[in-house]
C-alpha cells in the first residue's frame, strides 16, 4: 500500500525538502511565509489520492499512464542558446519572462521597465511586492482539493508575477514563456498576475518544449496560474499549451473577477500526449464579465481535456464561451463546461457554446455542458455540436477548383479560426493558423 | 445569342441519374453550343437542381448511364476540381457559408488555382485586390464583402451577387446559373441581370435554371427548355417562357403526352 501511495504521487519526492531549502533562503526573506504555504500544500498531497476515471471530473479522462510513472523535480538545467529560445518569441510581445523547467532565465527575459506593469519573478521582488503577493499566492487556486495544484504549490519555488498597477494601461503584451527542455522530470510552473483597479494589460501564457529535447522521453508539466481582476480591472489572457507529444500537461488556473472587471480568454491546446486544463472563473462581485474562448487541436494518441467553471456569483454577470475541438487520428478530446449561477445572482447573462469536428471515425469526443442555476431571473443558453466536414461545403469548395483535399483542409483550419482570430496578437496568430495549417494538412 | 457555326461546348445525351436508388434524370438530352443563353424551367421536383448538381460532379448523384461531353472532353470522367478547371461553372441555389476563411482570401485562391492551372500568372494579394474590385463594380458590390468570411451573414441577394463575382473572376466556358434569381429583389435582380449579361461573350455560354419568367426579361435567352420527370420535354425560343408563366405548366404535359400517344 505505502508503494503505490508513493507512485501515486507522481513526483518523486526524495530529498526534496533538501533541493528546496538549497534553491531557496527564505528563513530572511520577505518570502518567509512561502515555507508554510508549501507545508500546508504539502499536508493536501500527503492526504489526495490520484484521480481516476472513478472520479466524476475525471470520467473521460483517463491519466493511468501518468499516474504509472515517476518524475524527478527538475534541476536547473544548461544554459540554453539564444536560438533555441528566441524561436518561441513573439514579435509584438517585447515584454518577457522565460522560465526554463520552471527556473526563471533572466538572461532571456525583456522590457517591462517602461510600461508601467511590474514583471518580475518572485524570488525577486521586493519587500512591497512580496506584501502584495502575500494575500493572492496560493489563495484562488485551492489546493485543499486537488492533488496537482497541492504538488505544484508544496514545490513553489519561483512564479512569473506580473502586477498593473492601479489605472494603468499596459499597451505592450507581456510574453510569459514556459519552456521545458529536460525529460523525465517534473515542471511546476506558477504564475500570478494582478490587475489592479481600473488597470488593464494582456497576458500570454505559453508553455513550450525545446524539440530536440525528447522525441521520444517524456516530461510532466504541472502548472498553476492565479488571476485577480479587482474593480474595473480588464485582463487578456492567452493561452498557448504547444508541448511535444509525449508531454504530460496538467494545469489549474483561478480568475477571480472584481466589480464590473473584465477578463477575456483564449486558450489552445495543441500539444501533449495527455493534457488538463483547469479554468476556474469567480465573480465576486456585480457586474462582472468574462470570455472563455478554447481551441483544442490534436491527432495522434493524443488526450486533451478543457475543464472550465465561471461561478456566477454576484448579480448582472456576464460570460461568454465558445470552445472548439478538432480530433483527429484516434485522439480523444473531452470538454466540460460548467455555469453556476448563484441564488441571488440574478440578471446574469451566460452563453455557452461548444462545436467539435472529428476528422476521423476513430476520433473521439466526449463533451459535457454544465448548467447549475439557483437565480430565477437569468439568460443561460448553451449547446454543444459534434460533427464531421460537411460533404457540401466540400463540395461547394471543389467546384471552385479546390482539391477534395485542399477543400477539407481549408474548411477544418477555417473551423479553428473561429477561435484563433479573437487573439489579438497578429503574429501569434499568424503562427497559431500555419500550426492549424500543417496539423491539418498532416492527419488528412 | 446564337452564332453560326458555332463549336458545341456541351452535349448531354441519354442522361440517367439517380439519388439513394431513385432515378431523378431519365435519358436526357441536351445540347449547348458556344455564344448561347439557356433557360431550362420546370416545376419542383423536375430534376432541374439535379441535372445542374450532376454536370458539376456533386458526390450524392449515382450516373446510371448516358453521356456528357464537355468540349470535347468526358465531363463525367472528371472530379468535380477538375471540371471547375476544364471551365465548367455553378452558380449554386444555395451557396455554402464558410465561417473562418475570408472571402477575399477564398476568391483569390480559387482565382489563382484556376490561374495556375491555364498556365497564367498567379496574382499576389495586392494585385488581386486591384483586380477583384474591379470585377466587384459590376455587380455593384461593396468592397465590405470582402474582409467578411465566405458568405457568412450574407442576405439572400448578396451571396447571389457572391456567386456571380466568382464567375467573373473564374471565366468559365460554360456557366449554370441555378436559381439565381430566387429571392432576389428586383434591384438585386436587375443587377445581376446585368452582371451577368457583361460576361456573356461569343466564346462561352449561360444555363439558367429558373421558376420564373421574370429573371429572363433581363437575360433574354436563345432557348427555353421544359424539364418534367427527369427529362426535357419541350424547347422553344423566349416566348415559351412567357407562356409558360400565363398558361402554367400542365398545358406543355398534356401536348407531350398527346405526343408520345401520337407517335406510339
Redesign the interface.
Known sequence: MSETTTQSKVIDDNDQESQLASQLQLTASPLAWLKGLREQAATSVKRLPLPTTRDEEWRFTDISQLSKMSFAPALPANRLEAADVAQFYIDEATIRLVFVDGFFAPEFCSGGANSGAEVFSLLAATAAQAAAIKPHLGQHAAFANDVFTAQNTATLQDAAVVIVPQAVAVTTPVHVLFIASQKDVVNTPRCLLLAETGSAVTVIEDYVELSQAHATASHFTNAVTEILLEDNAQLTHIRVQREGSKAFHIANCAVMLGRASNYQSVSVALGARISRYNLHALQTAEGSQCTLDGLTLISGRQLADTHTCIDHAKPHGISQQLHKCIVGGSAHAVFNGKVIVAEGAQRTDAKQSNRNLLLTAKAHIDTKPQLEIFASDVKCTHGATVGQL????V??????????TAARN??T??????VI?RIPITSLKQQLEQTVLAQTEGQL | MIYADSKVLLEVRGLCASVNGIEILKNLDFTVRSGEVHAIMGQNGSGKSTFAKVLAGHPSYEITSGSVRFEGKDLLALTAEDRARAGFFLAFQYPIEVPGVGNSQFLRLTYNTLQKQRGHEELDPLEFDDFVREKMKLLEMSPDFLDRSVNEGFSGGEKKRNEILQMALLEPHLAILDETDSGLDIDALRIVAHGVNQLTTKNNAMVMVTHYQRLLNYIVPDYVHVMEAGRIVKTGDKSLALELETRGYDWVSTDTQVAASVSA
Do not use: I, K, N, P
Open positions: 460537411d460533404s457540401e461545403e463540395f461547394y469548395l471543389q467546384s471552385r477548383g479546390l482539391t477534395a481549408l474548411l483550419y477555417a473551423f479553428g479560426a473561429e482570430d
